[in-house]
């Protein structure tokens, strides 16, 4: 079992949609939890960092923790074609573990 | 917020050279960094755990001899790639982070290397 799984995706949303992430890590003592986005040919870029239970919040982005079902997602509202990109859910037990990523497309 | 910075961005060299990656923390001081490898459309890997003073942890598969790194300041890892060959192509990216294990790892802009 991986540490931390995506769904690679694709996901395509409309402009202006709500595009939503999810994110299931293994270990029950992960204590931070990540979102970073990756566009094509760059390296990853921290959007969102949370670290206890419910929602955290940033400009169109949320991030949710759900620690009893071990899962962490992240929603995007009011899409742009500028977030298309892959986003890395990562997570931190003893060390940093990223998942393998969900590509997303937002379309014009 | 903290700022790592990798030089240089791209780089083409012959098969047989060696190519000296840079990774430096710019507002902080980072015991440890992180060496990531990337192929076209796939995840991150994670190649070795670069300690400040001591030998880099390397992961499994890959090679120490090959992959050589060196942290010798509080601000600075390299990685140098020995007699690179084709199938060393690839973008390998740093990352450090500032204080704690929980604290979020930051990347450099990565290094696009072509062996020819």
Redesign the interface.
Known sequence: QKEVEQNSGPLSVPEGAIASLNCTYSDRGS??F?W?RQYS??????IM?I?SNGDKEDGRFTAQLNKASQYVSLLIRDSQPSDSATY?C?V?G???Y????TSLTVIP | GAVVSQHPSRVICKSGTSVKIECRSLDFQATTMFWYRQFPKKSLMLMATSNEGSKATYEQGVEKDKFLINHASLTLSTLTVTSAHPEDSSFYICSAARGTVNSPLHFGNGTRLTVT
């Open positions: 204590q931070s990540f970073y040919g760059k390296s990853p870029e921290l960092s670290y890395l990562a931190t003893n060390q940093f990223f998942g393998t990523g």
